[in-house]
């Protein structure tokens, strides 16, 4: 998902090769310049390969980062992975099929064939530009899966892991780690200056682990990570994660409390998101507010 619902009438979510910037040598992000529907994609090249981290969404995102990887990476093989299942981040993968070798956890892969599908048929609903960079989507499998918390990747001369911690945003979250050169990409796990993305959308999706979720975050901060490329947004330092872990803690807070005062979720709404709104006057997607209020109700 990205900061946008179903009542907005976003732009068209293309991905622009020519905002690619190299942010350390040989570690490139195509930028999503806070266009909705783009992520942050990373392109990480070693001496014998380069991993590719997300797509955008639809075949002709897909077939941009495939060529922009494959430009900077010349012979050298390519493996793709995903931050996670969402159709901005992963529906453009059926290009990289026989191009790279795709590499996804495991829990990530099965909610991929558990609710990609109908993520495609929501997704379509957005609006015509949405739809028209869905066209001739196919939901591919990745050529292998890992087990457990970490899969460590050797590019040559430079490692790469990818963690993941089970539910939290989504069933398969990960992140992608350069532990010598500190560089976190988070995926939406974190986003900058835009309302977190609350996927919650009973009953159809309603898999969301807010307090792992910000457990995450912590553990990310200690890392001590000394870039951060969230998922949408500018790039940044730790206050990235810190945002997004405080504003999910003290909106689990306030939610609890109010829910304490005999409050439904429509009353709290109604009387928290404006306030919420108000607070956060410079961060995008205020529509999340109201997802992650509702998500929080339930848990009191
Ligand atoms: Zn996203």
Redesign the pocket.
Known sequence: ??ETSANAAPPAPDVDPGAIKEIAPGVFVICDRRVPLV?NIGIIVGNDAALVVDTGMGPANGQKVLDAAKRIAGQRPLVLTLTHF?P??GFGAQVFKGAAKIHYNRAQRDELQRKGEGYVGMFRTFGAHIAAALEGTKLVTPDEVYDGALSTIDLGGRTVELRTWGLAHTAGDQVVWLPAERILFTG?LAEERIFP?FPWFPPDDAHIDGAHWAQILTELVSWNPAIVVP??GDLGGIEILTAVRDYMLDLGRRVAAERKAGKDADAIVAALAPKVRAEHPNWAAPEWIDFAIRYYATLS
Do not use: A
């Open positions: 998902m990205s992520p969402h901005e981040h939406d993305i998922g949408h």
